[in-house]
T-cell receptor, first 117, second 116 residues
Framework: AQKVTQAQTEISVVEKEDVTLDCVYE???????LFWYKQPPSGELVFLIR??????QNEISGRYSWNFQKSTSSFNFTITASQVVDSAVYFC??????????????FGTGTRLLVSP | NAGVTQTPKFRVLKTGQSMTLLCAQD?????MYWYRQDPGMGLRLIHY???????AKGEVPDGYNVSRLKKQNFLLGLESAAPSQTSVYFC???????????????FGPGTRLTVL
């Protein structure tokens, strides 16, 4: 079965530090998608990025960047120059094919990031 | 657009009581999902629906029932609540995509349920 491992339960940094959140996945599918979601203290889940298994290019969006490495089954997320507003729980997720052709998401257990001033 | 909305936001039940959580989306999404979030366990899929009138079991379906009578609504029912069902419940929806494409899910704000 598909599995997503976020080994870092909690990370604490001081504002302006760079921080990397790790995500390692296991899948039997040849085509799959990886996602990152952010859950701020208010509780909602905010979509950050989707990456398909055919595209190994790294992506940068402002202070956020993602490193997808198929060889190590990893999809790591880096925040550059962290800010207090980045404090949240971050979830990595992996798509999983279901027999009917439908795909569903398998989530990791999340990494809580605390950014202090 | 309101996106995905959930009713109620908070609820406290006694063991054995029943209740229904309502999820509504105005994005004309085909797929809808119910998850529960527990500390240290991430989100786990309870049930999902690939279209109006269809439902299927997810990872942790026991103790829950669902219905999707209208495309925009997905109801989650607890017939006889148990303390183990104390959790935060999230509804989500997404567009249909061809087999080798998968769209992101849009989540509701969550419902915090406590069963005493």
């Amino acid at each position: 079965a598909q599995k997503v491992t976020q080994a870092q339960t909690e990370i604490s940094v001081v504002e302006k530090e760079d921080v990397t959140l790790d995500c390692v996945y296991e899948t039997r599918d040849t085509t799959y998608y990886l996602f990152w979601y952010k859950q701020p203290p208010s509780g909602e889940l905010v979509f950050l990025i989707r990456r398909n298994s055919f595209d190994e290019q790294n992506e940068i969006s402002g202070r956020y960047s993602w490193n997808f490495q198929k060889s190590t089954s990893s999809f790591n997320f880096t925040i550059t120059a962290s800010q207090v507003v980045d404090s949240a729980v971050y979830f990595c997720a992996l798509s999983e094919k279901v027999n009917t052709g439908f795909q569903k998401l398998v989530f990791g257990t999340g990494t809580r990031l605390l950014v202090s001033p | 657009n309101a996106g995905v909305t959930q009713t109620p936001k908070f609820r406290v039940l006694k063991t054995g009581q029943s209740m229904t959580l309502l999820c509504a989306q105005d994005m004309n999404h085909e797929y809808m999902y119910w998850y529960r979030q527990d500390p240290g366990m991430g989100l786990r899929l309870i049930h999902y629906s690939v279209g109006e009138g269809t439902t299927a079991k997810g990872e942790v379906p026991d103790g829950y029932n669902v219905s999707r009578l209208k495309k925009q609504n997905f109801l989650l029912g607890l017939e006889s609540a148990a303390p183990s069902q104390t959790s935060v419940y999230f509804c989500a929806s997404s567009y249909w995509g061809p087999e080798y494409y998968y769209n992101e899910q849009f989540f509701g704000p969550g419902t915090r349920l406590t069963v005493l």
